[in-house]
């Protein structure tokens, strides 16, 4: 689902580094590609700096007037540390040796925060509902991103797989993380120093593939046992598309000359596949399929449709996309689950039969039209293009599936995280668990892998600072929603595991209960969780007088058959949004079977009843994968989730 910049299927090898560059044959000086034009270190923490050279080498480092040198291992490893200093920039950072030498332009020195996760860390600003106007207003040249490419490894590393620092402008904001964009805008307002922002994410990536192996508890024949099971999945997903297409293309049959003959409306696609659009591709029959497929349909207009003019719009697709309409093109889209709106031309459209072919690019699992497809006429009326398409396969970029690979136990923290422990940091925002919330079972084992995540992290950080902040996005609504209140739901036992981390020194969480998507796992509402976090940050880390929180659970009394429920962080006090009756609260009486139950908002606390339940013996709130949920403080933050019957 995600593009891979580089991704090698090595059964039990591992992935060897690149050096980052050579700035001279002499004595060979390198450095971590995190040491790049338009960095940001961290402010008022010592300026860890490292790389190699030949064993032996003399490596001297000079900062604002600060000099300090060191020697190369027998291995040819540095590292040496600059004093701490205070927030302020550019500057340069200039690493020498006897015959080489290497300038780090335009350094910022100001608050380094990771932000890590799966997709919904990694999606883009340019994805986000109001991304194009906040790109367009993006003219911070400090705020910063340095984005760690998907990458992986059997083993940790020293050095990451590439990636290049890039100041928050129209030119490149888009490529941010939405979320931490939004974190660390509302930062830059309040604190007024440079704001870098470290982007290692990767989208369907379980917790276990960003631990280390102790911290997953593998022991050695374990962990070979993980790599073999993962090779098997590959192999037969591979040999199961070599018996479906034959001999598989590496170059795409649809263009010939440059021409996009597939696009041809007279072209005889009777002997062409039948797909499902919407939807993936891997679930149809090629999985783990990356590379070129092309999609064809056709549908039939009027002569007053033609006269009203019409637009296609495809609501995702993965990942990119170059559409023709009776072999005129008609538009083309770079980026996965971003909608496209193709106004048809009058001069490829006409009465009768219209050929549409769509051909798609995709990388790291996860390809296809996804979204819904329609025509939108003049006159506002919409016609559903869903349904069977033809499908061909154009190439094949076989790599070994993504959404397995970035789940297998250990081997993003390697590649994606190991390399930049050294880097001194303010703190950590995390945004994951969807892909650890497709049972009960798998979200309560959330609990004690996500504490663990926070804890190997802190103590593998070599800057000394084993209390960093740890931030995180507490999962959103998604799905269908209950009709009655359920046994057991998923996604909130894997919220109730995140929140047990509260116990934990320096944490902090963001509720989003409300700004879900319930038919999109990626809400393109990006900016609420990034303010929110921010708060957290505010009072947490900065020590500011905000409201980070909203309504959290403190107890329920009876009053008769009255469940009077009391909260802390009011924020101002209680509301309804919208204005009326609470909805997602549900009572239980000793038998345990929840129902949904009335609320009403007095003063401070919120009565809760039900004519089904006498003498409540529990209550719950936004108890669901994607609950109702109304209550706010006056501050415009949501209440917390909760059940009184842990």
Known sequence: ?????????????????????????????????????????????????????????????????????????????????????????????????????????DVLVGDVWVASGQSNMEFQLAQASN????????????????????????????????????????????????????????????????????????????????????????????????????????????????VKLGVLPTSDEGRVGGRAVWADPMLDDASWSSIRVPDYWEGQGYPGMDGVAWYRTAFELSDEEVRNGATLSMAAIDDDDVTWLNGVEIGRTTGYNLERAYRLPESALHAGRNVLAVRVTDGGGGG???????????????????????FKVGAVAFQPDAQVINK??????????????????????????????????????????FASLIQTWRSAWSDGHDTFPFLWVQLPGFGKRDSVPPAEAAWATQRESMDAALALPNTGRAITIDVGDADDIHPKNKLDPGLRLARVAQQLVYGEKVVASGPTYRAFTLRGDTAVVEFTNLGGGLVSRPAGEVQGLELAGADGRFVWAN?????????VWSARVHSPAAVRYAWANNPPATLYNRAGLPAVPFRSDR
């Open 1 to 105: 689902m995600r593009k891979l910049l580089t991704l090698l299927w090595l059964a039990v090898a591992v992935v060897v580094a690149v050096p980052p560059f050579a700035a001279g044959q002499g004595d060979g000086l390198r450095l971590s590609r995190l040491f790049a034009d338009h960095m940001v270190v961290q402010r008022d923490r010592p300026i860890t700096v490292w790389g190699w050279a030949h064993p032996g080498a003399t490596i001297t480092v000079e900062f604002r007037g600060k000099r300090s040198s060191t020697r190369a291992s027998e291995s040819g490893d540095w590292r040496l540390a600059m004093p701490a200093s205070r927030p302020g920039g550019p500057y340069t950072l200039s690493i020498s040796s006897s015959t080489d030498r290497v300038d780090v332009r």
């Open 131 to 242: 991304g194009a106007t906040e790109i367009a207003a993006a003219h911070d040249s400090l705020l910063r991103q340095f984005k760690v490419p998907t990458s992986w490894a059997n083993d940790p590393e020293n050095d990451l797989a590439g990636g290049s620092w890039a100041a928050a402008d129209p030119q490149h904001a888009g490529s941010f993380t939405a979320v931490g964009y939004f974190f660390a805008k509302e930062l830059r307002r309040s604190e007024k120093v440079p704001i870098g922002l470290i982007n290692t994410t990767w989208g369907g990536s379980a917790i276990e593939a960003w631990l280390s192996r102790d911290a997953n508890h593998l022991s050695a024949a374990q962990w070979t046992a993980v790599q073999q099971g993962a090779q098997a999945r590959t192999d037969s997903a591979r040999e199961a598309l070599r």
């Open 368 to 390: 296809g039209i996804n979204g819904a497809a329609s025509l939108v006429f003049g006159d506002g009326h919409r016609r559903s293009l869903a349904g069977a398409w033809k």
């Open 408 to 449: 297998i136990p250990t081997v993003l923290y390697n590649k994606m995280l190991n390399p930049i422990l050294p880097f001194a940091i303010k703190g950590v925002i995390w945004y994951q668990g969807e892909s650890n919330a497709n049972t009960v079972e798998q979200a309560r084992a959330y609990r004690e892998q």
């Open 599 to 607: 609320a009403r908002i007095v003063g401070d606390r919120v009565f």
